[in-house]
Each structure stands twice: as structure tokens, then as C-alpha cells.
């Protein structure tokens, strides 16, 4: 099955510092993307997704590229502030050859990101 | 509109206990999920059902069984419980099995 590797586990920042988080993937037909923002005593939230056929996507402050060819996609928050501080989870998800998903997200550990003021 | 809705939010149990956590969604989504946190491996998908009537297992079933009531709610039970068993627990639901995956605020259980 799929596995995903993320690191670091642990980020420390100044405010307005950028911030990258970095995941690789072991299945090759893995095609989707998600990462997740976890808040104290919430469930995750999504923030940014990308497809296999784009290589790089951007909201705002955050963007997230991938590189199929070396299984590895990566967040990147720009000019963070103290509210981006969170845990948060890159996930991968394979679909079968008649390109339907089964939604079966494979997580990865988890990175805590502290900005600080 | 309160999207996912997971009851209790905290329970502990003794070994051997049963009991089953509920999870509904109000967002007419067709596919919805169980997942457990545990500290420093992310989230595993215990189970899914991809659309109403049909359930999977996922990546760490063992020890758990679901039901899928209905369009709107996706149940997991604990038919004997563990301390292996402690985590939180998330529901999720998306439209589609290939979209966003919206997630409730977790139950946080534990045996002793």
C-alpha cells in the first residue's frame, strides 16, 4: 500500500519567516494531494490540494508543489504569522485504472509549526 | 448548517466494554469515513463507505465494525474494547470519494 514520509516533525519560526514542509510517496499511481491544517482540539481542515497533472498550485500565502517523477510534494507558507501555528498533514491518494478514487487517504505524521510573534 | 457532528466527544471504557461512537453530516454527501490519531503517525483510516449501502475496510480495521444507517450518519463500534483502542477519532464525509474530505472535531477515547 501507500506510504507517505513527512518531515520535519517539528517547525519553529519567526513571524514573516516562510515556512516548507516537505512529503514523499512510495505509489506510483497516487494522483491527489491534500494538505491539512489541524488546529488544538479540531479535526483537520483542508487548506490546499493538487492534482498529478498540475505541478504547482497557489492560494494566497501558500502553495504547494510536486514532483511526480521524484514522488516528493512539498507545502510552502510565505510571510507566516502567529495563527498559522498548527499541525499539519500531507496525504496521498491512488486511484484505480478506471480513474475512480476510493478516497482512501494515506496520511503523513504530522509536522507542529510555531511561529512565533 | 453544522457539517460533521461526531457524539461523545470524550469517553473512557474499561477493557472488555462495547460501545459506539455516532457521526452524522448534514452536507448530503455520499461517501464518509473513520479515521484514528494517534501521536506521531497521522491519521489511519479504519473504515469508509464510499456511497450509502456499501462500506470498506481501511488501513487498521481490526477490532472495529461500522454501519452505514443511512445518507446522513456513519457509525463505529467498539465490540470489546482495548487499550490499544485509545486515540481520537475523526469522521469525515466528502461528496465524492475523490474530493475534499470534510472532518468532525474528533472523540477523544480511552480505555483503561
Known amino acids: 500500500g501507500e506510504n507517505v514520509e513527512q518531515h520535519p516533525s517539528t517547525l519553529s519560526v519567526q513571524e514573516g519567516d516562510s515556512a516548507v514542509i516537505k512529503c514523499t510517496y512510495s505509489?506510483?499511481?497516487?494522483?491527489?494531494f491534500p494538505w491539512y491544517k489541524q488546529e488544538l482540539g479540531k479535526g483537520p481542515q483542508l487548506i490546499i490540494d493538487?492534482?498529478?497533472?498540475?505541478g504547482e498550485k497557489k492560494d494566497q500565502r501558500i502553495a504547494v508543489t510536486l514532483n511526480k517523477t521524484a514522488k516528493h510534494f512539498s507545502l510552502h507558507i510565505t510571510e507566516t504569522q502567529p495563527e498559522d501555528s498548527a499541525v499539519y498533514f500531507c496525504?496521498?491518494?491512488?486511484?484505480?485504472?478506471?480513474?475512480?478514487?476510493?478516497?482512501?487517504?494515506?496520511f503523513g505524521q504530522g509536522t507542529i509549526l510555531t511561529v512565533h510573534p | 448548517n453544522a457539517g460533521v457532528t461526531q457524539t461523545p466527544k470524550f469517553q473512557v471504557l474499561k477493557t472488555g466494554q462495547s460501545m459506539t461512537l455516532q457521526c452524522a453530516q448534514d452536507?448530503?454527501?455520499?461517501?464518509m469515513y473513520w479515521y484514528r490519531q494517534d501521536p506521531g503517525m497521522g491519521l489511519r483510516l479504519i473504515y469508509y463507505?464510499?456511497?450509502?449501502?456499501?462500506?470498506d475496510k481501511g488501513e487498521v480495521p481490526n477490532g472495529y465494525n461500522v454501519s452505514r444507517l443511512n445518507k446522513r450518519e456513519f457509525s463505529l463500534r467498539l465490540e470489546s474494547a482495548a487499550p490499544s483502542q485509545t486515540s481520537v477519532y475523526f469522521c469525515?464525509?466528502?461528496?465524492?470519494?475523490?474530493?475534499?474530505?470534510?472532518f468532525g472535531p474528533g472523540t477523544r477515547l480511552t480505555v483503561l
Open positions: 469525515a464525509s466528502s461528496h465524492r470519494a475523490y474530493n475534499e474530505q470534510f
Open positions: 505509489d506510483s499511481a497516487s494522483n491527489y
Open positions: 493538487i492534482r498529478s497533472n498540475v
Open positions: 496525504a496521498a491518494s491512488p486511484f484505480n485504472a478506471g480513474g475512480t478514487s476510493y478516497g482512501k487517504l494515506t
Open positions: 452536507m448530503n454527501h455520499n461517501s
Open positions: 463507505s464510499a456511497s450509502e449501502g456499501t462500506t
